[in-house]
């Protein structure tokens, strides 16, 4: 079975022209990811983290965009094939589970024949092997009387199930590549957990990489080997889940740390949401993105005037941040004012 980085992204950018002028919704942006192992791209709405997906399948091919930089699934540059290659890798090579699957399951056909239909697209074969394998797959996802719910349609299953009949449509082509965007947002806490564990056992079995892109730091503690922290359409922390969740470096982590329950936290912890919102993409702050929501920026000074790029922490096995303050002074904050999260 192959190993070593599987998906790896280099100084991607993805900008689109629009009346008011240029939207950079991911501006600079490397990663990557090995199969067998889960990144999470963690950030809220507006951060880039959506668009950085949907570049990743090759979605981002519209007149209005720009993209450059790299982005190779496998031994394919995504930004440079040609839409038709891209189109073919799409479900085979890499699949999405989408956040809603009322959206991505189409209403009127039955949730077998959705199944046995993507993998006839990669597959040449009849029908009722098609169907026998759309069986298959939900039972492997958990869905009881596979054989009679295949038949039903999507308004037939429940939130859980259908959220498990996406995660079978997405795995029946045994992808290397699987891109989870918030797929247990919309879900509640018992389900949540349940479909977390389930994603992490097909991982083991399927050996795929796996991208979980979430607003919720509980949930990556959880599942992810690595984090990335967005903001503004850049990365601002990368590393480690380990080193992220016990020592973040920067403080917009802090704010995700401080203001989202976790799944493992303490239910007492008082949450403290971020102030202020995410900048317009159109027109990010200078200096560091985050400075007008930042209780540290240095103001008037470096926060508003040097954009911080990512730089390695000292003796922290590769974990990287984009701040300003002195090391030193960051640990300080942290011990004193930042929850813990327990991995
Ligand atoms: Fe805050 Fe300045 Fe660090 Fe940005 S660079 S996170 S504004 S302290």
Not at 55 to 78: C, E, K, P
Not at 104 to 110: E, V
Request: aromatic letters at 4%; hydrophobic letters at 40%.
């Amino acid at each position: 079975m192959s190993t070593g980085t599987y998906l790896e992204v280099e100084d991607l950018k993805v900008h689109f022209r629009t009346e008011d002028g240029i939207v950079k919704a991911v501006d600079g942006v490397s990663f990557g990811v090995e199969r067998g192992k889960t990144l999470s791209i963690v950030g809220e709405s507006g951060s880039g983290k959506s668009v950085t997906s949907l570049t990743m399948l090759g979605l981002h091919n519209t007149r209005t965009a720009t993209v450059s930089g790299r982005l190779t699934i496998g031994d394919v540059d995504i930004v440079s094939a040609k839409p038709e290659t891209v189109r073919r890798m799409r479900g085979k090579d890499m699949s999405m589970i989408f956040q809603d699957p009322l959206t991505a399951l189409h209403p009127f056909y039955s949730i077998g024949r959705q199944i046995s239909e993507a993998y006839r697209i990669h597959h040449k074969v009849g029908k009722d092997q098609a169907w026998k394998r759309a069986v298959e797959m939900l039972d492997r996802v958990g869905i009881p009387e596979p054989a009679r719910r295949a038949k039903q349609y999507p308004h037939e299953f429940s939130g859980g199930m259908r959220q498990r009949a996406m995660i079978a449509m997405a795995l029946v082509n045994d992808p290397n590549l699987i891109i989870a965007d918030e797929p247990t947002t919309a879900l509640d806490v018992t389900v949540q957990a349940q479909i977390l564990d389930l994603l992490e056992d097909l991982q083991r079995e399927f050996h795929s990489a796996i991208i979980l892109i979430t607003h919720d730091l509980g949930v990556v503690s959880q599942v992810a080997d690595d984090v990335l922290v967005m903001y503004g359409g850049r990365a601002v922390e990368k590393g480690s889940v380990e080193r992220v969740m016990r020592s973040p470096e920067h403080p917009y982590t802090w704010g995700l740390l401080n203001s989202v329950p976790s799944l493992k936290g303490d239910s007492n912890d008082e949450l403290v949401p971020i102030p202020g919102n995410p900048p317009s993409l159109l027109n990010v702050p200078p200096g560091c993105a985050f400075n007008p929501r930042c209780a540290h920026a240095m103001l008037p000074g470096p926060c508003a005037i040097v954009r911080p790029e990512l730089e390695v922490v000292p003796g922290d096995g590769g974990h990287s941040a984009a701040c300003h303050l002195p090391v030193d002074e960051r640990k300080a904050i942290r011990e004193s004012d930042v929850r813990k999260v327990e991995v």
